[in-house]
């Protein structure tokens, strides 16, 4: 099936620090790419569709100035989280959707910690 | 708008029981079901699908039938093993939702030895 990779799994920063995730498929083109969070409760919230050469499109409640996503190529889409606070610690995973029928591949996801 | 609803967890299950995971929806037009897994500490993957009313979804021994007169796509397996404790996530894919997944709340469940 196809691949979807993020980077870093895992990070730790320092309150008011920027923090980029990268988002990239493997072994094919994607033009939407779906950034989710993960809540310590599992559930799973939409934050923005990311569109290759033009700008995301945000969910109603997401600080488009907060969580700054790019989708400058057709593998590879970035999530940068500026200004980071403890509040923003959480995993976030991406996703893509290939078939363009619902079938989404995700990536690993990419643990935040802000101290 | 479209919704999903899953049974609340954590789900306790002794190894070799039967599983439910009760999945109901709300939507407008035909959507497509899915049931993807997430297992600790990785990303989800597809479970299985089904595209239309009364189909039925099916892998790695997990089933799970498309019904649409009780706007229903509970997931089942018949004897569950302790490789199967994860997150389940049941989802929906229809055409109002401009490309978006519809996701329910998660179900954790947990198989003991």
């Known amino acids: 099936g196809a691949v979807v990779s993020q980077h870093p799994s895992w990070v730790i920063c320092k309150s008011g620090t920027s923090v980029k995730i990268e988002c990239r498929s493997l072994d094919f083109q994607a033009t939407t790419m779906f950034w989710y969070r993960q809540f310590p409760k599992q559930s799973l919230m939409l934050m923005a569709t990311s569109n290759e050469g033009s700008k995301a499109t945000y969910e109603q409640g997401v600080e488009k100035d907060k969580f700054l996503i790019n989708h400058a190529s057709l593998t590879l889409s970035t999530l940068t989280v500026t200004s980071a606070h403890p509040e923003d610690s959480s995993f976030y995973i991406c996703?893509?959707?290939?078939?363009?029928?619902?079938?989404?591949?995700f990536g690993e996801g990419s643990r935040l910690t802000v101290l | 708008g479209d919704s999903v609803t899953q049974m609340e967890g954590p789900v306790t299950l002794s190894e070799e029981a039967f599983l439910t995971i009760n999945c109901t929806y709300t939507?407008?037009?035909?959507?497509?079901l899915f049931w993807y897994v997430q297992y600790p500490g990785e990303g989800l993957q597809l479970l299985l699908k089904?595209?239309?009313?009364?189909d039925k979804g099916s892998n790695k021994g997990f089933e799970a039938t498309y019904r649409k007169e009780t706007t229903s796509f509970h997931l089942e397996k018949g004897s569950v093993q302790v490789s199967d404790s994860a997150v389940y996530f049941c989802a929906l894919y229809g055409s109002s939702n401009t490309g978006k997944l519809i996701f329910g709340q998660g179900t954790t469940l947990q198989v003991k030895p």
């Open positions: 939507a407008t037009g035909y959507p497509s």
């Open positions: 089904a595209t239309k009313a009364d």
């Open positions: 996703s893509a959707d290939p078939t363009g029928r619902g079938e989404l591949f």
